[in-house]
């Protein structure tokens, strides 16, 4: 079984499970999963963790994203993107500093309301199943951050514009906001996914590619080892009798019979996560640095193949 994160391109036209499903096969073996549904009509960056990599999923579901997008102003649809039924059309007369004024008032941290078309649940129930038998349900509000917006182009009625955002974001909802503030209306016309944390659109790699590798006996070269995702956390290495500990999800102190990294002061800050390498330098978990506790304590275990 192999072990690691493809940073693939999600094409149009395919769910995040259809590639899933067409990795499956590509690879041939089950154990696969996404870090983040991508609408069929969006494209661009979807990791996909394979084998122990799987554990990393819901680690990378809360990164923050990045998008660029095509706000079409002057027409609202049930779906809230252009693949829906349009409700209205509004003459576009907005100015464009008035536009890019607005567009502005949404940076920050803020509660959007999820649209219908979507796949949250409730009572059970997706909710793009029940908009499509003409049912309107109440959609509690989440609080989301809107990290930064970029306008790269005006060319009304429609504005193109990058947006970096926290978890559970909808764009489709931002563009519908946006158009709704300024008095036209609006929706998204396209969608691509240029990063999601470490993984950028440059990088990414299309199905039919990956295939290729496979068949040239490169898949290598795509795969990437889980600890990529952690770069940002600092490293700490084990004794072999840290070793025994880690092997068994223990808490671990910082003394240089356990941490190779041990010195005479660490300077290590309450909260902060490390990467854990074992002695022999193979990654094995993340652990998280309790001050109270004097220790540090495991947050996700991978415990990958020794090297």
């Not at 829906?84 to 464009?96: I, N, R």
């Not at 009572?123 to 917006?149: D, H, P, S």
């Amino acid at each position: 079984m192999t072990d690691g994160i493809i940073n693939v391109y999600k094409e149009r036209g395919f769910t995040s499970h259809d590639v899933v499903a067409k990795l499956r096969g590509i690879l041939r073996q089950k154990k696969i999963g996404h870090t983040g549904t991508l609408d069929p009509e969006a494209e661009g960056v979807l990791p996909v963790c394979l084998g122990s990599a799987t554990k990393v999923c819901e680690l990378l579901t809360d990164k923050e994203k990045t998008y660029r997008a095509v706000l079409l102003l002057g027409v609202t649809t049930d779906t809230q993107d252009t693949t829906g039924t349009v409700l209205k059309e509004t003459p576009v007369v907005c100015e464009q500093q008035a536009v890019r004024d607005c567009i502005a008032s949404f940076v920050g941290e803020q509660d959007q309301v999820p649209p219908m078309y979507s796949a949250l649940k409730v009572n059970g129930k997706k909710l793009y199943e029940l908009a499509r038998q003409g049912i309107e349900v109440e959609r509690k509000a989440r609080r989301i951050t809107i990290r930064r917006i970029e306008i790269c182009k005006i060319d009304l009625p429609r504005i193109t514009m990058e947006v970096t955002c926290s978890k559970g974001t909808y764009i489709r909802t931002l563009c519908h906001d946006i158009g709704a503030a300024l008095g036209c209306g609006g929706c998204m016309e396209s969608l691509l996914r240029t990063q999601v944390g470490p993984f950028y659109l440059e990088e990414s790699v299309r199905l039919g590619e990956i295939e290729q590798l496979r068949d040239a006996g490169r898949l290598s070269e795509v795969i990437q080892p889980i600890d990529s995702v952690f770069q940002s956390y600092r490293a700490r290495h084990l004794t072999r009798a840290g070793d025994r500990l880690v092997q068994n999800g223990n808490p671990v102190e910082a003394v240089p019979e356990l941490i190779a990294d041990a010195t005479g002061k660490m300077d290590e800050s309450d909260g902060e996560r490390y990467r854990i390498y074992s002695s022999s330098g193979a990654f094995w978990a993340v652990y998280e640095w309790r001050q109270e506790k004097g220790r540090y304590w495991p947050v996700k275990m991978f415990l990958g193949k020794e090297r």
